[in-house]
């Protein structure tokens, strides 16, 4: 099986990736998935000539654009772009870049949409105003609102007349098809009355009634429902657009950690030579300073240092390392200098792996199709068969022909979806806006109804739960010492270590100075102090010092041992550091219903501690990413609808798979962009507002679709009956749309 990556553009909602989807499947020996909110397609061929362009051709005959990703390129030569450079601009011929070709198309579209919208604004406030202020009507106003609505109506509203028509090629209707329908209904009936009725004669003015008596159906006009109902929509999609280009940025965020280039050491003599990373080979040697990041997975046979890997364990304290020792690429190098026996590459490496966990918890994450559109599947079409049914009952019972299509367009316009299109932007909109103010930052409104079902929520320890900076937890002195004296004698020797342990010890104390500092690999650091030889560090404690330490049962942490002339003086227990808000955020999150779970690469030892000092329900400990992957869906495949709180690069996969994602602003970028919402309060207090900002945001979506319904729905059937004044329509929708904008405006109070 040849596998094919496909960057797609244009799609407006989930049913154009289901029919892009189905399209592809149905070409022999081909199993394909689109995933919207990815804007992916994945196929896997049986056969193939090795030409990705009858899959191009197909996605853009359906009115879509397809670019062939530069990684997939890469990983998968068997696919060549031969498609003719004149015809299909996703040639890579044409385009040596693909990716940001996909990029930049996405980039066009949301400035044209921003354009229109922008110049639908102006010009359709006018045309309202005109419309609903009667002492603005002058002479032939009528005209001049022709004039203001048709480029909204024609220029503006374009995106969902070309999405209608694509639509209507294959036998769909979306929320695009309402839009248009109604809008264009409106528009014609304004055109027929202005040119053939009486509404376009000087001095006409909008009459106002709650029962229309057909007397002369063709004496209004509804230009300001049109550009109205183009412009509240457009105002939406252009705001989701907004949102959706940030999505999919967790995997370029995991490549772009790598190191881009590596120091390879050969010849003989051996000598080194600066190469970019795709160059290595399992078996290279390269060289890994201190402060680099390591070029890729390997084995150090030479040399000794720590290395911190907390980007990919989440771990904060940095792992000692010397030969013989397993090495992972991405992390960094923080002291001594290594040499490196290359043992995976490219596509093989641990950090490709997580790219590719992240990839698979996208594609499979259930999408959440917007209220609206699984209403409009069913709402559209349906009265656009009431409209024709109202149509031909009034023709065959009264045969007047102006007062069935007035009957008719009542109809079509009641069911414009003006408020509709308000109810879930607006109220993102605030409560998005008010988020800000409290550090929350919501990805989108698929975010919010999945918020609102979340019963567990998983949390990483490390920059989580902790600050994710090691500190001083306690100073456990032997007999004759004070902790004062170990301290300080410890802190004077680690003031010239560059390990972060030796950092921590080394602000906690002060006061002394040392000399003839020296850092033994493998062991720890020494120094002389007040003439004295001081040690600090595990390698230094011989079994007989071992068999007397007098921190046994001391608290969970690292016990670094502190050596003077060789007698033990005690030891100093360095830990990461709990936020202050940790307990009292999940103490809250328990009063909202919710279970809670510590998920951690650390010790059990240290997260029981840590789930204990906090208040955790339940605590899962020493998992690697992928094993965070497999936690976060055993807790889903039990029921649950599961948040995970994180922030580092491990977290970045099990973020993407949870049904709701959260990323502390300060995690890595890969964690920030695979989670839905991100949390710039640098502590837990923030994901608890987060989840209440999040169920009461998608509380008040609720109540805007249902009363926009509502307010549509109820005034439909006496449309159909002839009793409702075309104009009623109108106002129907403006008043819906206020009640909407009210409504949402509510959330700006919220505590």
Same mark, same amino acid.
């Given at each position: 099986m040849n596998s094919l990556d496909l960057d797609i553009t244009g799609m407006t909602c989930a049913s154009c990736a289901n029919r892009i989807e189905r399209k592809l499947n149905k070409l022999d020996g081909v199993t394909a998935t689109v995933n919207y909110a990815t804007e992916k397609a994945h196929i896997e061929a049986a056969s193939s000539d090795g030409s990705a362009a009858p899959y191009i051709e197909l996605i853009e005959d359906m009115g879509y654009k397809a670019f062939i990703p530069l990684q997939t390129q890469a990983q998968t030569p068997t696919f060549q772009a031969t498609t003719q450079p004149q015809t299909h601009p996703a040639s890579t011929q044409d385009h040596p870049h693909p990716a940001s070709e996909a990029e930049l198309a996405t980039d066009r579209e949301l400035a044209s949409l921003r354009q229109r919208l922008i110049g639908a604004a102006i010009l359709s406030t006018l045309v309202i105003l005109l419309a609903m202020i009667p002492p603005l009507q002058f002479t032939n106003w009528q005209w001049l609102s022709l004039t203001l609505a048709a480029p909204v109506i024609v220029w503006a509203g374009y995106p969902f007349h070309r999405s209608t028509w694509a639509n209507l090629k294959h036998g769909a209707v979306t929320m695009d098809t309402l839009i248009t329908v109604g809008a264009l209904a409106a528009f014609a009936w304004s055109l027929v009355a202005l040119f053939f009725g009486h509404a376009g004669v000087p001095g006409m003015r909008h009459s106002?009634?709650?029962?229309?008596?057909?007397?002369?159906?063709?004496?209004?006009?509804?230009?300001?429902?049109?550009?109205?109902?183009?412009?509240?929509?457009?105002?939406?999609?252009?705001?989701?657009?907004?949102?959706?280009?940030?999505?999919?940025?967790?995997?370029?965020?995991?490549?772009?950690?790598?190191?881009?280039?590596?120091?390879?050491?050969?010849?003989?003599?051996?000598?080194?030579?600066?190469?970019?990373?795709?160059?290595?080979?399992?078996?290279?040697?390269?060289?890994?300073?201190?402060?680099?990041?390591?070029?890729?997975?390997? #084995?150090?046979?030479?040399?000794?240092? =720590? *290395?911190?890997?907390?980007? +990919?364990?989440?771990?904060? $304290?940095?792992?000692? @390392? &010397?030969?013989?020792?397993?090495?992972?690429?991405?992390?960094?190098?923080?002291?001594?200098?290594?040499?490196?026996?290359?043992?995976?590459?490219?596509?093989?490496?641990?950090?490709?792996?997580?790219?590719?966990?992240?990839?698979?918890?996208?594609?499979?994450?259930?999408?959440?199709?917007?209220?609206?559109?699984? #209403?409009?599947?069913?709402?559209?079409? =349906? *009265?656009?068969?009431?409209? +024709?049914?109202?149509?031909? $009952?009034?023709?065959? @019972? &009264?045969?007047?022909?102006?007062?069935?299509?007035?009957?008719?367009?009542?109809?079509?316009?009641?069911?414009?979806?003006?408020?509709?299109?308000?109810?879930?932007?607006?109220?993102?909109?605030?409560?998005?806006?008010?988020?800000?103010?409290?550090?929350?930052?919501?990805?989108?409104?698929?975010?919010l109804e999945t918020a609102r079902g979340v019963d567990t929520v998983v949390l990483d320890k490390t920059g989580t739960v902790t600050t994710g900076e090691m500190s001083v937890q306690q100073v456990l002195p032997a007999q004759g010492w004070s902790e004062q004296q170990v301290l300080d004698l410890a802190a004077a020797v680690e003031a010239n270590s560059e390990h972060p342990i030796g950092r921590a010890i080394a602000r906690a104390g002060g006061g002394r100075n040392s000399t003839g500092f020296e850092n033994i690999p493998g062991r720890g650091v020494q120094a002389t102090v007040d003439g004295q030889r001081v040690q600090v560090g595990r390698g230094f404690v011989t079994e007989t010092q071992t068999k007397t330490d007098p921190t046994t049962g001391g608290p969970v942490g690292t016990h670094i041992p502190v050596i003077v002339d060789g007698e033990r003086a005690g030891?100093?227990?360095?830990?990461?550091?709990?936020?202050?808000?940790?307990?009292?955020?999940?103490?809250?999150?328990?009063?909202?219903?919710?279970?809670?779970?510590?998920?951690?690469?650390?010790?059990?030892?240290?997260?029981?501690?840590?789930?204990?000092?906090?208040?955790?329900?339940?605590?899962?400990?020493?998992?690697?990413?992928?094993?965070?992957?497999?936690?976060?869906?055993?807790?889903?495949?039990?029921?649950?609808?599961?948040?995970?709180?994180?922030?580092?690069?491990?977290?970045?996969?099990?973020?993407?798979?949870?049904?709701?994602?959260?990323?502390?602003?300060?995690?890595?970028?890969?964690?920030?962009?695979?989670?839905?919402?991100?949390?710039?309060?640098?502590?837990?207090?923030?994901?608890?507002?987060?989840?209440?900002?999040?169920?009461?945001?998608?509380?008040?979506?609720?109540?805007?679709?249902?009363?926009?319904?509502?307010?549509?729905?109820?005034?439909?059937?006496?449309?159909?009956?002839?009793?409702?004044?075309?104009?009623?329509?109108?106002a129907a929708m403006a008043l819906s749309s206020v009640f909407v904008v009210s409504n949402s405006l509510r959330l700006k109070g919220f505590q």
């Open positions: 106002w009634s709650l029962f229309h008596t057909h007397s002369d159906p063709l004496g209004d006009i509804y230009l300001e429902v049109a550009a109205g109902v183009v412009t509240f929509v457009l105002a939406g999609r252009y705001f989701e657009h907004r949102s959706k280009k940030r999505a999919g940025q967790a995997l370029r965020a995991l490549t772009q950690l790598g190191s881009k280039q590596a120091t390879l050491l050969s010849g003989t003599p051996p000598t080194e030579r600066l190469v970019d990373v795709a160059q290595l080979q399992v078996g290279d040697t390269f060289v890994v300073r201190p402060g680099e990041k390591i070029a890729t997975d390997g #084995v150090v046979t030479d040399g000794h240092s =720590a *290395v911190d890997e907390s980007m +990919l364990t989440g771990e904060s $304290v940095p792992v000692e @390392v &010397a030969p013989g020792s397993e090495i992972t690429g991405a992390t960094v190098n923080t002291s001594g200098r290594l040499l490196v026996r290359a043992t995976r590459v490219g596509e093989d490496t641990q950090l490709a792996h997580m790219a590719r966990l992240v990839e698979r918890a996208q594609s499979g994450k259930a999408q959440v199709q917007r209220l609206a559109d699984r #209403v409009s599947a069913v709402f559209v079409p =349906a *009265v656009i068969v009431l409209a +024709l049914l109202t149509l031909a $009952v009034w023709l065959l @019972v &009264a045969r007047d022909v102006s007062s069935a299509l007035s009957a008719a367009v009542a109809v079509l316009i009641i069911a414009c979806p003006c408020a509709l299109g308000l109810a879930t932007p607006t109220a993102l909109l605030v409560g998005t806006g008010r988020g800000a103010q409290m550090g929350v930052l919501i990805r989108g409104p698929e975010v030891s100093i227990i360095v830990a990461d550091t709990i936020k202050g808000t940790s307990a009292e955020a999940i103490n809250r999150m328990k009063d909202l219903g919710l279970r809670t779970v510590i998920l951690t690469g650390d010790s059990p030892e240290v997260a029981r501690s840590v789930g204990a000092q906090v208040g955790a329900d339940d605590v899962i400990a020493g998992v690697m990413p992928e094993d965070k992957v497999a936690e976060v869906q055993r807790l889903q495949d039990a029921g649950h609808v599961v948040a995970m709180v994180g922030d580092g690069v491990n977290d970045a996969a099990a973020l993407t798979q949870a049904d709701l994602g959260m990323a502390m602003g300060r995690g890595t970028d890969a964690a920030i962009e695979a989670a839905d919402i991100t949390l710039v309060r640098d502590d837990l207090l923030a994901a608890v507002d987060a989840l209440r900002l999040s169920r009461r945001t998608l509380k008040t979506i609720k109540m805007n679709l249902f009363w926009a319904f509502a307010y549509n729905v109820a005034a439909i059937p006496l449309a159909a009956l002839g009793l409702l004044n075309p104009m009623l329509a109108g």
